[in-house]
């Protein structure tokens, strides 16, 4: 059973355009929520992360919404671009071990 | 460079026949952790290990071990591999020096059991 529950698991966007990721988990000890970026042939790298006593966090065209309530959180990516192109995985960690991953999500910008 | 590197990067074997994946890294870090990624499940944690001699299963430990004889060196061990073992594996390591560090991956170990 996914702990971390993450969609679409496949997206398609324009080049400039926003590209929006969702999860969502159940976990309340859950308190750590990273989102890591995997490129084909590579092992998935750190993108951006957030702790629950935040709401947003933002570095360069990369934001995290977090809503603490409602137990989700999105990856929001503005004026996506080709290189953008990777499989994003959203996780939560509880403890010192407990990291849950979502099931993926592969994104394409288009030209 | 940092890294962590893992070995071999991948391999094509037949059932039963026992294999070893390696993984160092060379940053000190304490925690290191075995993943295997399988289309629309994500990355599932198969076994970590806080620190030398101290490792312990993760959600899908059946099949495989490790061992932690050295800090910067967890292999991973299948004593009798089986095809529902194929799959893209990953190691990665981090550190407890402060909270909340990144885990550091591999480039993964894609591993075809026939």
């Known amino acids: 059973q996914q702990q971390v529950k993450q969609s679409p698991q496949s997206l398609i966007v324009q080049k400039g355009g926003i590209s929006i990721i969702n999860c969502a988990y159940e976990n309340t000890a859950f308190d750590y929520f990273p989102w890591y970026q995997q490129f084909p042939g590579k092992g998935p790298a750190l993108l951006i992360a957030?702790?629950?006593?935040?709401s947003e966090k933002k570095e360069g065209r990369f934001t995290i919404s977090f809503n603490k309530s409602a137990k989700q959180f999105s990856l929001h990516i503005m004026d996506s671009q080709p290189g953008d192109s990777a499989t994003y995985f959203c996780?939560?960690?509880?403890?010192?071990?407990?990291?849950?991953f979502g099931a993926g999500t592969r994104l394409t910008v288009k030209p | 460079e940092a890294q962590v590197t893992q070995n071999p990067r991948y391999l094509i074997t037949v059932t039963g026949k026992k294999l070893t994946v390696t993984c160092s890294q060379n940053m000190n870090h304490e925690y290191m952790s075995w993943y295997r990624q399988d289309p629309g499940l994500g990355l599932r944690q198969i076994y970590y290990?806080?620190?030398?001699?101290?490792?312990d299963k993760g959600d899908v430990p059946e099949g495989y071990k490790v061992s932690r004889k050295e800090k910067r060196n967890f292999p991973l061990i299948l004593e009798s591999p089986s095809p529902n073992q194929t799959s893209l594996y990953f190691c990665?390591?981090?550190?407890?020096?402060?909270?909340?560090?990144?885990?550091?991956f591999g480039d993964g170990t894609r591993l075809s059991i026939l």
């Open positions: 290990s806080m620190n030398v001699e101290v490792t």
């Open positions: 990665a390591s981090r550190t407890y020096r402060s909270d909340n560090q990144p885990q550091h």
């Open positions: 957030i702790r629950p006593d935040v």
């Open positions: 996780a939560a960690k509880a403890g010192d071990n407990d990291m849950r």
